[in-house]
């Protein structure tokens, strides 16, 4: 048990269409980040969320876009979906955007785009 | 541009024997690194980390040494068990940013 939720778990999607990622942050986590993970390859960084507010941003172009809620939850949203697109999603919650050492990833979403 | 890369893509030991996992890093501002290792189906788990200060830091059978000079990064991880097979990666954090770049990841599989 992480604290960090995802869903979907999987997700199929087809090209050109678009997709929400959720994430449930650890209680009190104040900063998320989410990353890409294609097969056989380290997680991406695609941007950073800190007290609702981006906090920073990876080489992903604007079709990626996010948001934080109030309650820590936040969502991932690619729009026009591209076939290179199919990854592991992944969000990290932490308290502080300063320290990585309180980083907790969920399991992440399966994206395949067909 | 910054970037965090991996000596050996895969690793097979025999359980009991002590692990090395190498790892080479190009930013010399990154002040923070951590090592994260990867089970099938779950995300990064954190293992132990190490500040640009230090050279070496001990944990539960394992170690990450830190040589700056040469901007490397090891995790050494003590006999060897067959909960230890996964994916390991190497990771900095260079602030103010505070983005966690991540290496390409080695995978280790232990023979038992």
């Known amino acids: 048990e992480t604290g960090v939720t995802q869903s979907p778990t999987h997700l199929i999607k087809t090209r050109g269409q678009q997709v929400t990622l959720r994430c449930s942050s650890q209680s009190g986590h104040n900063t998320v980040s989410w990353y890409q993970q294609a097969l056989g390859q380290g997680p991406q960084f695609i941007f950073q969320y800190y007290r609702e507010e981006e906090n920073g941003r990876g080489n992903f172009p604007p079709r990626f876009s996010g948001l934080q809620f109030p309650n820590y939850s936040s969502e991932l949203n690619v729009n026009a979906l591209e076939l290179d697109d199919s990854a592991l999603y992944l969000c990290a919650s932490s308290l502080a955007s300063w320290n990585s050492y309180g980083y907790t990833f969920g399991s992440g979403t399966r994206l395949t785009v067909v | ?112």
């Open chain 2, 1 to 112: 541009g910054e970037s965090v890369g991996l000596h050996l893509p895969t690793l097979s030991v025999q359980e009991g024997d002590n692990s090395i996992i190498n790892c080479a890093y190009s930013n010399s501002a990154s002040d923070y690194f951590i090592w994260y290792k990867q089970e099938s189906g779950k995300g990064p788990q954190f293992i132990i980390d190490i500040r640009s200060n230090m050279d070496k830091r001990q944990g539960q059978r394992v170690t990450v040494l830190l040589n700056k000079t040469v901007k490397h990064l090891s995790l050494q991880i003590a006999a060897t068990q067959p909960g230890d097979s996964a994916v390991y990666f190497c990771a900095e954090n260079s602030l103010p940013h505070d983005k966690v770049i991540f290496g390409p990841g080695t995978s280790l599989s232990v023979i038992p």
